[in-house]
């Protein structure tokens, strides 16, 4: 009898142990999502005026991506594809952005990222802009995060009706940035932790640097288990704020400066995972959800060689720059291969060894380019939806066709220069990353055959699409 006993002790041991070791050899993640950055406003991707030199080092320990795609050139729904790996029509998350009097969000039946790693032992956080819904219902905590620390939408909105807001435009802009007591004092933007609104106003000065101290202190108290740290920051979307301490007095500096303090963030957060020996297990994410914000100009970026910005469907407004670094991610090295945000969720998930449910989604496994060990990418094609959600375009390789429908006003009709302004656009991005060579007219069999193949699909999106939440 004590033999038997013996031998179920040790049995139980060697399984306790067994899951300890499993538990520690499980990577760690963290994402970090700014908002409106454009293409060109990093040092790795060719800035000259913006010094990110602890971007970069992600850039050199790891790989960049040089044709990364986010699902949408607007906030909200480009957010829900990052989490659900899935275009936002498919979940209903594709009709422009929300605001303070929005009633809806994410449906919490979707499987976000963070739903994925909490049901493998994860503890999960997210600190940051969240921007899929501001009600109990569906904050981060009602969607797979342990805790939530941020501000629910952009930080251009005010609580509770988005009413009384300063002047807007770069020349409110200049003004606010002049007076850094402005994010008191012009603006009601709440600051919630897990479902409470905890600041209000939120003091825009302060929290990039909040938002990086609460990843650093819940990576150091779970250290010893696998987490993920999802950091979407707020800036820089305008209003542009910075700490007093580091702040540039200049307004045609203050994108420089926003960009410059997030990176200086960045190696705080790097720098913790050196200190806690956790760097070579830990996957670091680094993009943002569209283009810039080209209208504010000095207080937006840069889509650098891409054309346009945020709110379109050219490159500028959904080719981001993405640098990763991580277990097994070759050093120093440059993936130019079709890959984007929806594709994390699915290689998440393959990276760790583990299934995902059954609902449609889609993104992709890119882990094999991820880790250089394919050459070519499982994404050969990628839909284009507006910032309204209504489908604009679809890649097929190196091609592009974009189908820029004439604008309709309020009244239903489409007045004559619209109608003249519609197109049809074709360009071959391998040869013309900025867009400027209609090739239409000259290939229309690859004209009829794209645009086929993007009604194909979004149809099949638009039949099986999911609701998102709703307010009763």
């Not at 994410?106 to 600190?127: M, Q, R, V, W």
């Not at 060990?373 to 499982?378: G, L, R």
């Not at 004559?416 to 209609?438: M, V």
Request: contains cysteine; hydrophobic residues 35%; proline residues 7%.
């Amino acid at each position: 009898m004590k033999q038997k006993s013996y031998i179920l002790v040790c049995a139980i041991a060697a399984f306790l142990v067994s899951a300890v070791i499993t538990q520690a050899a499980k990577p760690n993640f963290i994402i970090i999502f700014t908002d409106d950055q454009g293409y060109g406003d990093l040092s790795c991707f060719g800035s000259k005026t913006i010094r990110t030199p602890n971007i970069d080092r992600i850039a050199n320990e790891g790989r960049k991506f040089t044709s990364f795609m986010v699902a949408s050139p607007v906030c909200t729904p480009s957010r829900s594809a990052l989490l659900t790996g899935c275009y936002p029509k498919r979940i209903g998350m594709h009709q422009h952005v929300l605001f303070p009097s929005s009633k809806k969000g994410l449906n919490p039946k979707e499987h976000t990222i963070a739903d994925h790693l909490k049901s493998e032992g994860y503890a999960t956080a997210c600190f940051g802009k969240w921007h899929l819904g501001h009600h109990k219902e569906v904050l981060p905590t009602a969607n797979g995060f342990d805790t939530y620390y941020g501000i629910p939408y952009s930080n251009d909105m005010n609580h509770p009706d988005n009413k009384g807001k300063p002047r807007g435009g770069w020349e409110g802009m200049d003004s606010l940035w002049k007076d850094p007591r402005s994010t008191l004092t012009k603006w009601k933007t709440p600051l919630i932790e897990d479902e409470k609104i905890i600041e209000l106003p939120v003091d825009q000065r302060t929290v990039t640097r909040r938002y990086t101290q609460k990843s650093i202190d819940f990576i150091k108290a779970n250290k010893d288990k696998p987490f993920f740290v999802y950091l979407p920051h707020s800036m820089p979307h305008i209003p542009l704020y910075v700490p007093d301490d580091v702040r540039d007095e200049d307004p045609k500096n203050a994108y420089i400066n926003t960009i410059e303090h997030i990176d200086n963030e960045v190696g705080r957060l790097l720098k913790a995972l050196d200190d806690l020996k956790l760097a070579g297990k830990t996957y670091v994410i680094y993009t943002t959800d569209n283009g810039p914000w080209l209208p504010f100009r000095h207080h937006g970026g840069s889509a650098g060689p891409l054309r346009d910005g945020k709110g379109t469907t050219f490159e500028g407004g959904q080719r981001v720059p993405c640098v990763i670094r991580g277990p097994n991610i070759p050093a120093g090295t440059v993936c130019d291969e079709l890959t984007g945000t929806i594709d994390v969720l699915p290689t998440i998930a393959a990276l760790i060894e583990t299934p995902l449910p059954k609902n449609k989604i889609d993104g992709l496994d890119a882990s094999g380019i991820w880790k250089g060990t394919v050459n070519q990418s499982p994404r050969k094609e990628f839909l284009y939806y507006t910032s309204r959600g209504a489908i604009e375009g679809i890649r097929s390789d190196n091609w592009k066709l974009l189908i820029k429908k004439p604008r309709v006003r309020r009244n239903g009709n489409a007045n004559r220069s619209d109608i003249q302004s519609s197109k049809i656009f074709l360009f071959n991005l391998a040869a013309d990353i900025g867009e400027k060579n209609n090739l239409a007219e000259k290939n229309p069999k690859i004209v009829r055959d794209l645009r086929g193949r993007m009604q194909s699909l979004d149809s099949e999106i638009t039949k099986n699409a999911r609701l998102p939440w709703f307010q009763n």
